[in-house]
């Protein structure tokens, strides 16, 4: 067997937390390879919402083992706190949900020195979300990171002052007011809480449950734009988003990749600060934001909004190596006459067809206009039904790439979805 991978294409909130769980089914083991609680998985069904930040998405699935792969940073408080909002929905976590034992921990100071780092760079933030991820992953190619297998040891106290006095120190270069104390309190209690889980060889428990026949599926969180090598750097996060990091982020070889499924949103939207050439400064983008809800699950900021950018999908699909591609928020363009798709690029006059080492706010987007269908995507059981206009837009879409769109989500709820 194969691990499959879900991915973001675009620069992440592409919908991946439904699809996984819409798809979990048909898995036996779910994994996060990367990233940490600055991803906000949104699920929505029976009339209940829950946002995952840590968690893998399957974790609502009877039969299905969700796993924090070591590629991860885990932040105990957050972990805590979204595993006590889960179970409230009468599901012992315990019994499916397992932590690589080499999967990095988050410390509180971690979170301060992202704050410190932010106010440091002023007008040019980064946009963090604030979580601590950019400092965790700064120790953990420093060999100096706690991880998740150091908790049972005895000299687990000594390592994590030890670790907590070098980023004091650091502090004290910034001009950066702070308390640590009640957090603190709270993350050792979270450490404690922790300790129900069972600790996994991360690698050894992949490569055996390939030996065995077992499915997997590899979750990403963030988009390929955000990626810390392929992404508008240095406006990026800090982990590797790529379907490469899944073999670092688990502990498989590159020829255990199977199907890659690449997410993208039938328009782009983007978090935080850095480029984005397709951006909408009127009427159609407040459109696209106030139909399309479009606020951070992490963060809760507005989420700046654009058309299509098909220069940069080609980028994500061709570095990801994407075999399927999965079509969110196309209901979303149901309520306009019409809309654009980017097709390339210009700079001073000059077509750019692939996307540049430094994206500038010169660069600018040259479009394609295109039909809005003006009618009820989930009216539709099979690409048969499609809208004409829809279907053109989606033959575009498969033509441009040279990959079928192979699942249209057609609304937040699980079963508003349309696997072709």
């Known amino acids: 067997m194969k691990t499959d991978v879900l991915l973001g294409l675009q620069w992440g909130d592409e919908g991946k937390g439904k699809i996984v769980d819409v798809l979990s089914p048909e898995y036996d083991i779910i994994a996060r390879f990367q990233g940490g609680p600055n991803a906000g998985h949104t699920l929505i069904f029976n009339n209940q919402k829950f946002v995952l930040h840590l968690i893998p998405s399957g974790i609502f699935r009877e039969n299905t083992t969700n796993v924090i ?29 397992l932590i690589a034992e080499k999967t990095n921990i988050i410390l509180p100071t971690h979170r301060i020195l992202d704050a410190a780092d932010e106010n440091e760079l002023g007008k040019l933030k980064i946009g963090s979300t604030g979580k601590g991820i950019g400092p965790a992953y ?8 706690l991880r998740v297998g150091d908790i049972m040891m005895p000299d687990f106290r000594e390592k994590y002052k030890a670790l907590k006095n070098k980023h004091l120190k650091r502090l004290e270069t910034y001009n950066f007011e702070f308390g640590i104390s009640e957090y603190e309190e709270k993350w050792f209690e979270s450490i404690e809480k922790l300790k129900r889980f069972k600790f996994i060889n991360g690698s050894h428990f992949f490569n055996d449950a390939l030996s065995e026949g077992k499915k997997i599926l590899a979750e990403g ?3 390929t734009l955000l990626d810390i090598n392929a992404g508008t750097y240095p406006f990026v996060t800090s982990s590797t988003v790529t379907s490469a990091g899944v073999c670092t982020g688990l502990g498989i070889a590159p020829s255990k990749i199977g199907d890659v499924y690449g997410i993208f949103k039938a328009y782009t939207t983007r978090v935080g600060s850095g480029p984005f050439p397709t951006e909408l400064f009127d009427n159609d983008g407040e459109k696209l934001q106030n139909i399309g809800h479009e606020y951070g699950a992490t963060t809760g900021r507005k989420r700046r909004c654009g058309w ?3 220069t940069a999908l080609k980028y994500a699909v061709q570095i990801n190596g994407v075999t399927a591609l999965i079509m969110t928020k196309a209901d979303i ?4 006459d ?3 798709v980017s097709e390339y690029y210009e700079l001073n006059g000059k077509k750019i067809n692939y996307f540049p080492y430094k994206i500038t706010y010169d660069l600018k987007p040259v479009y394609k206009i295109f039909k809005g269908w003006k009618s009820n995507l989930k009216n539709c059981k099979s690409k048969d039904e499609f809208p004409p206009e829809f279907a053109v837009f989606v033959n575009y879409i498969e033509k441009e790439t040279g990959v079928p769109v192979k699942i249209i989500s057609t609304g937040a709820d699980r079963n508003d979805t349309l696997i072709c």
Not at 138 to 145: E, F, I, L, V
């Open 69 to 97: 792969g070591e590629g991860v940073v885990l932040d105990p408080v957050i972990f805590a706190e979204e595993i006590e909002q889960v179970e409230k929905s009468g599901r012992n976590l315990s019994e499916n949900l």
């Open 333 to 336: 363009l149901s309520e306009f």
């Open 308 to 310: 299509l950018d098909m």
């Open 221 to 223: 969180a963030q988009g």
């Open 338 to 340: 019409t809309f654009k």
């Open 138 to 145: 700064k120790d953990k190619t420093g060999r100096n990171a």
